[in-house]
């Protein structure tokens, strides 16, 4: 069984598209996350959402959307892309709320190419 | 805000040998965790080992285990017997107990293990 799962895995698109990536936890966790990792593997959170609640939101342009539907899914919309958004793209989960000790949980990525 | 640095961009270890790849962080809080995460060229993400700071003994797995050092601010990971199936990128991750939703990487360590 999957633990994180995100789709697809590879991504390729032409600038000015619009994109999206799912993503879908079964660990019961109540926090979910979206992290960057650019080209030198540095890797920068995006957003976190806890039950469905927006509680990090970095410094983003705002052409990146997250969606929560339930704790289990968070999704994140890509309007009009530009050729740097070209990353690979985590979803992760873990479980806050007094287990601070709950390691992230990574999906596979999702490699975006924007040409 | 909590910082992480990684000061070996990339290290090199005879298979079968140890090596120790350092990393330190910069808090003003008593209260957290430290992680250290394995990036394989498959690029998924994989949970090594865990540390909370209000333990003073060291975490260990297997082959894996680390010198926190709290004073110092110091968590390194060192390897023992060390397999080409260890190649990878490795990842030093802070984690806050006080309502600690995000997870901040350090720039990574790229590992290479030479048969």
């Known amino acids: 069984d999957t633990a994180v799962s995100q789709t697809p895995k590879y991504l390729v698109t032409q600038m000015g598209n619009d994109k999206?990536?799912?993503?879908?936890?079964?660990?019961?966790?109540?926090?979910?996350?979206?992290?960057?990792q650019d080209s030198k593997?540095?890797?920068?959170?995006?957003?976190?959402?806890?039950?469905?609640?927006l509680i990090i939101n970095e410094t983003v342009p705002n052409r990146f959307s997250p969606k929560s539907p339930d704790k289990a899914h968070l999704n994140l919309h890509i309007n009009?892309?530009?050729?740097?958004?070209?990353?690979?793209?985590?979803?992760?989960?873990?479980?806050?709320?007094?287990?601070?000790?709950?390691?992230?949980?990574?999906?596979?990525?999702?490699?975006?190419?924007?040409? | 805000a909590q910082t992480v640095t990684q000061s070996q961009p990339e290290m090199s270890v005879q298979e079968a040998e140890t090596?120790?790849?350092?990393?330190?962080?910069?808090?003003?809080?008593?209260?957290?965790?430290?992680?250290?995460?394995?990036?394989?060229?498959?690029?998924?993400?994989?949970?090594?080992?865990?540390?909370?700071?209000?333990k003073q003994q060291n975490a260990t797995e297997n082959r894996f285990s680390v010198n926190f050092q709290k004073a110092a601010k110091s968590f390194s990971l060192k390897i023992s017997d060390s397999q080409l199936g260890d190649a990878a990128m490795y990842f030093c991750a802070y984690r806050s107990g006080n309502y600690g939703q995000n997870f901040v990487f350090g720039p990574g360590t790229r590992l290479s293990v030479l048969p």
């Open chain 2, 19 to 54: 090596v120790t790849l350092s990393c330190t962080y910069d808090t003003s809080e008593s209260d957290y965790y430290l992680f250290w995460y394995k990036q394989p060229p498959s690029r998924q993400m994989i949970l090594v080992i865990r540390q909370e700071a209000y």
């Open chain 1, 80 to 115: 009009s892309l530009e050729l740097g958004d070209s990353a690979v793209y985590f979803c992760a989960s873990s479980q806050a709320r007094g287990f601070y000790n709950s390691p992230l949980h990574f999906g596979n990525g999702t490699r975006l190419t924007v040409t």
């Open chain 1, 20 to 36: 999206s990536i799912k993503c879908e936890q079964n660990l019961g966790h109540d926090t979910m996350y979206w992290y960057k």
């Open chain 1, 41 to 53: 593997k540095f890797l920068k959170i995006m957003f976190s959402y806890n039950n469905k609640e």
